[in-house]
């Protein structure tokens, strides 16, 4: 009985051990993922910026172009 207690205590301990492991890795997942979504969320509004300003672009080129033509 005292082996089949030391071998459970030391697979408890591993499994103790594996689970920090698990735990760290899932804290450094979370940190990365976080870090994704930050990117996306900017590289979204630099984009909806950007095709916000060629829309303004185009209506004013088309407007320009439209007094142009009448005159």
């Known amino acids: 009985m005292k082996e089949r207690l030391a ?9 103790q051990q594996h ?7 899932r804290v450094r997942l979370r940190d990365t993922l976080l ?5 996306i ?10 095709e916000q300003r060629t829309q303004r672009k185009l209506t004013h ?4 172009a439209t ?3 009448v005159s």
Request: proline share 0%; hydrophobic share 40%; no cysteine.
């Open 7 to 15: 071998e459970l205590k030391a697979e408890f301990e591993r499994g």
């Open 19 to 25: 689970l920090q492991a698990l735990d760290e890795q």
């Open 35 to 39: 870090r994704i979504s930050g990117a």
């Open 41 to 50: 969320q900017v590289l979204e509004e630099l984009l909806a910026g950007e």
């Open 61 to 64: 080129e088309s407007e320009h």
């Open 67 to 69: 007094v142009v033509t």
